[in-house]
């Protein structure tokens, strides 16, 4: 297994929002976590396809389907990246940190001072529609101050790679390969395409 | 309804059985604000008070540092709150079984689905911040008229700035991706300067363009206080300083909200892309090594 140094933090908050962010020596280390991933794993990934003939269509989209791109970025620090802005972006953050299933304590005083009210306010306010801009927003954030460009792409290509959360969070297996083949193309996708405002 | 709504103050009132029956969960922050008044202020010397001016009427949300003894009683709530969490495992699993043996006797019954042990390593318990907070605004205004600003009689300690968000209304922006913290001390105020729209982010996002941070996550500057910001006249007899800001790490979107990140503050807080500078703490390695010299 290849362990990020990146993410300093672990042990600190051991699954999202769970525990007491202690003082770090690093403040710009991911609250989420250090993230793991098998090397050999990631050398059988497909490298997803990109090129396409971009129609009036696919460029009035390209505020929902693009992808990340860097220069001078290696693959885990991609990878540290996109889980990073990926946990800022789903709906509550969640642990990356692996087989175990998250607990959520759901008892009497945790449940009710924030996670309960949080879920039921953001269930009622937030239609499936907005949920899903809120994520691509979130992204476009968290990329764009890590200093990846963002390209347009066509939606057939996009879903190739890539996942949307409205109404229920994306399985956590599907996730992770998701978000390294979102990696493998932030750190291995040419200079090619329209950058797009961040 | 009274106007005095803190976080803190809901998750009590919507406790229905305490952590422990003996026990009284802790309250670890107190907040509410100073009303709008002619009268000049008066203070309780055993609390803290933040004054912070603002464009319009808007929420803004502080979340408390821990201190040692708050990490005491916080671990100690988590503790008791694990072992509820056990005690309802135990209780789930042996349903299940009973099930699971009635499923197995009749073909029409569906298999149960077995409860999750929780365990040390997967168990989720709020974060310190979610329990010690406070939101100033959107109402509750201590000026309304000729500008526009909030004090608020709050728990002394340090806070982070979390974002522009009321929990209750659970949308705004969070500076997750970096911020500040700052001591409030009792007896005193402390000025936390102007918070405004950021010149360097106004710009409208392209038409069309739904998803650009740009609106739905657009942080607002905060300006430090210094010589030549206003006091309000009703704060002139009383003992305040500035805030004394230092860079925050970044922290967890557990409100689901959009994220930003507080916008650089000269001399306390820059980026170089997303990594966050102490500025405070460089200028202070700096005198010190040249005093050394």
């Known amino acids: ?198 | 309804m009274k106007p005095l709504l803190t976080s803190i103050a809901l998750a009590t009132s919507l406790l229905a059985v305490p952590v422990s029956a003996k026990e009284k969960p802790p309250v670890f922050v107190e907040a509410k604000p100073v009303k709008d008044s002619k009268a000049a202020v008066t203070i309780n010397p055993a609390k803290a008070y933040v004054y912070v001016r603002t464009p319009n009427a808007m929420p803004l949300h502080f979340v408390r540092i821990p201190s040692a003894d708050d990490q005491a009683a916080y671990e100690k709530l988590k503790a008791a709150a694990f072992v509820e969490a056990r005690e309802d495992y135990e209780k789930a699993l042996k349903k299940y079984e009973r099930d699971l043996a009635l499923s197995k006797q009749s073909s029409g019954l569906k298999k149960p689905k077995k409860p999750v042990e929780p365990t040390e390593a997967n168990f989720q318990f709020l974060s310190f911040g979610q329990l010690a907070n406070f939101t100033v605004g959107t109402f509750n205004r201590f000026q309304s008229k000729g500008g526009s600003s909030y004090l608020h009689e709050v728990t002394p300690g340090t806070y982070r700035i979390y974002g522009q968000v009321d929990p209750l209304l659970g949308f705004g922006v969070c500076y997750c991706m970096g911020s500040v913290t700052f001591e409030a001390n009792a007896g005193q105020v402390t000025d936390l300067g102007s918070v405004g729209p950021d010149p360097a982010n106004s710009e409208p996002p392209e038409k069309g363009d739904s998803s650009s941070p740009r609106f739905a996550a657009n942080a607002f500057a905060w300006t430090p206080v210094d010589g030549e910001t206003a006091i309000d006249p009703r704060l002139a007899a009383l003992t305040r300083v500035p805030a004394d800001f230092r860079a925050a790490g970044k922290t967890p979107n557990y409100m689901g909200i959009a994220i930003s990140r507080i916008p650089a503050i000269s001399g306390v807080i820059g980026y170089e892309r997303d990594k966050i500078v102490d500025l405070k703490a460089q200028n202070g390695t700096a005198l010190a090594e040249a005093a050394s010299q």
């Open chain 1, 1 to 198: 297994m290849h362990k990020l140094s990146r993410a300093l933090v672990a042990g600190v908050c051991v699954l999202s929002g769970v525990a007491v962010q202690a003082e770090s020596t690093e403040l710009s280390a991911s609250p989420f976590g250090a993230v793991e991933f098998d090397a050999a794993e990631v050398a059988s990934l497909q490298m997803p396809k990109l090129e396409f003939t971009a129609t009036p269509e696919d460029a009035g989209n390209y505020d929902k389907y693009y992808y990340f791109r860097r220069n001078d970025t290696d693959f885990a620090t991609a990878y540290a990246d996109i889980t990073e802005c990926d946990g800022y972006a789903r709906a509550l953050v969640s642990s990356f940190k692996g087989a175990d299933v998250p607990y959520p304590y759901a008892g009497t005083l945790a449940g009710a001072a924030g996670g309960v009210i949080a879920n039921a306010m953001m269930a009622a306010i937030f239609v499936p529609g907005e949920k899903r801009r809120m994520r691509r927003v979130n992204m476009r954030q968290c990329m764009g101050f890590k200093g990846y460009e963002r390209i347009g792409l066509s939606k057939e290509l996009w879903e190739e790679f890539n996942f949307e959360e409205g109404t229920g969070a994306e399985e956590e297996e599907s996730r992770l390969k998701a978000l390294k083949l979102q990696a493998l193309v932030a750190a291995s996708a040419p200079a090619a395409g329209k950058v797009l405002p961040r």
